[in-house]
């Protein structure tokens, strides 16, 4: 769990470094600042798709991954839920940080396949390397929202966990090549409209989404029991 503790404590020191910058930073540099985020979200997004979808075996899994997650979503109407629940605490636009940083922390190959290998070998040096790249990243955030984006530390620390505890207990086989490929197009899919959000191109309620995650793993159980 060494790896999982660094990368979490990375993010709540970028979040605190961020946010003092913030407070120097005048309204239309900040404006500046969430203009370049939502381009690199929207870029990083674009790239885990185009990436990963030569790879995939299921190439319509996404689509109704997509589907089926967003109408559950929708269904639930988390995103309204959420943005509420960040209200009572704070100014607007934390809530849609906060869905950006999650999503890029918790979604990708590192944050997935780091506590894999921290649990199955003792290896945190993918860990170690998402440690780096999320502190940057947190630092950029915090300084466009604020001191509250530290609260993505703890979402990605009991993210990260499980995976540990899945693999450390003997299911690391059940993560498997596949099923990383899929979660990374439909988590890619996901950070894009999390980026053309912040852009404010379209209100993409990312969200509302999140179930589209469960669908590939709920895929791949059935797969696993069923045999087809």
Known sequence: MLGTIVNTGTIALGAVVGSCVKKGIKPQY??????????????LGINAVVSHMPDSNYPV???????IGSLL??????DSRFQKLVGRFTTSGLGQGLSSAVLLYCIGTLSILGPVMSALKGDNTYLFTNATLDFVTSMVFASTYGIGMI????ILFCWQGLIYVVAYYGAASFITDDLMCELSIVGGVLIAAS?????????CKTLNMLPALLVPIVFFVLKTVIGF
Not at 61 to 67: K, P, Y
Not at 151 to 154: C, E, I, R, S, V
Request: charged residues 10%; without cysteine.
């Open 61 to 67: 899994l996404f689509i109704v991954s997509l589907a």
């Open 151 to 154: 609260f993505a530390a703890p």
């Open 195 to 203: 980026g053309i959000s912040i852009l404010k191109l379209k209100d």
């Open 30 to 43: 900040q404006d500046s600042l969430f203009q370049a985020m939502g381009f690199a979200a929207t870029a």
């Open 73 to 78: 979503g929708a269904v639930l109407d988390i």
